[in-house]
């Protein structure tokens, strides 16, 4: 973990510079004194701001993890085309342990997680009026980090037992020194998922429903939602996605009414149905999903025809793919300045109706209204009953939320196959970065990778 230590640093002290650059002869080079960096509530506002920046860097919800889990998730729909090696070895699914992705991802997943842990700690100084909405920000931050990584760096929560199964490290207070101390050792899956659910309930119950382009108590709902599906947790899947759901319509949030609406080509701007996106502007921000699978950009992944003819014929969403030089391309992505979409209403109403149609339930709505729901909206036949089955929901699901990242780990938690790989193939899981075990002896390794 020293490595990952040494950019906290780096980061702290930049912090320190330019939010608080009256201190400067104070701050050590090998330490923050949270004291004089976060001594008033504007401090901490500013570091909050910073969290958010560190955490849509390209290498985390800038984009890079999502693209690696489409590639990953890769088994002929897509064609990758691209010279970056790591990104080859991804698709490939013989990734080495000094892929440099793989520990960019891991390295700014920390970071932002310490950018938090850094505003929690430094909580009392926070204006009363604000100090529920700055907390709840900031789990909502750590919580969502601590849950991608789990995901990409260990075992899904259904292969073997999640409670003796390596996770990932949770580091709940801020890294103020490089210290033996600091040698981590990964937390069990089971312990991962704990401290993200109770850091989600938190947030949810201390951010407002409306908070602009922040996380909102949707936002937290939504991932909650997200954790619980992941679990096979239908009851609090439902119940989660439920929330998001009528809060969300209940302060705004809707579906477009177009699909191609929600991938707006000229606005930098969330949409109704964006319930958690990270910004990009002329000036800051990155989307890699623009630059890997736009014509517009490196047009590095093209679409195959084996995924274009899983639509059914006069599916709106087919219009969204377009040709150039011979190649087939998805338009979710063309605007360079688009916000990285990183949960949609969408996605709720699709979770919904799984969880309710696996438990014969119908909580806010029946899985059939909530399937033909999304199809009406792609100018689709709406579905019968009898036609209603868990296979047209989860090809629902996988068309709708095509190439957002979201495809492998569906396939993990239905246990599902990528070509010939099992779904819990040790080749569909990041290794961990080897700088990080050479730096830190007490960081185990994942199967299959020496």
Known sequence: MKNILHK???????????????????????????????????????????AYADLGVSNFYGGYPFVGAELLANAGELNWSGTFQQFTQINNKAIPVDNSFVTNTWLAGYTAINDVNNVLSALSVVDSSKRDRVEGEAKFIRATVLFDLVRLYAKNWSDGDPATNEGVPIVLVPTASITAANQVKRDKVADVYVQVLKDLADAEAKIPA???????KVSAAALEARVYLQKGDYTNAVQAANRAITVGTANGFA??????????????????????????????????????????????????????????????????????????????????????????????????????????????DSPLNDVNLIRARVKLPALTAPQLTLAAILKERKLELAFEGIALHDIKRTQGAVGALPWNSPKLIYPIPIREIRANPNLSQNAGYF
């Open 255 to 364: 579906l477009k009414s177009a699909y191609a609406d929600a991938f707006p080509n000229n606005v930098s701007a969330n949409t109704s149905e964006d319930v958690f996106a990270m910004q990009v502007t002329t000036s800051s921000g990155t989307n890699s999903f623009q630059t890997f699978f736009s014509a517009n950009s490196r047009g590095d992944i093209q679409i195959n025809p084996a995924h274009t003819a899983l639509y059914e014929t006069g599916d709106a969403r087919l219009t969204l793919f377009y040709t150039s030089g011979g190649s087939k391309y998805t338009g979710k992505f063309d605007y360079l300045y688009g916000n990285v979409h990183i949960i949609r209403l969408a996605e709720m109403y699709l979770t919904r109706a799984e969880a309710n149609f696996r438990l014969g339930t119908t909580t806010g």
């Open 8 to 50: 906290i640093f780096l980061y702290a002290a930049l912090l320190v510079l330019f939010a608080c650059s009256k201190k400067l002869d104070t701050t050590p080079t090998q330490s923050i004194d949270r004291a004089a960096a976060l001594n008033t509530s504007s401090d901490v506002l500013v570091a909050l701001t910073g």
């Open 210 to 216: 409306k908070n602009g382009f922040y996380a909102s």
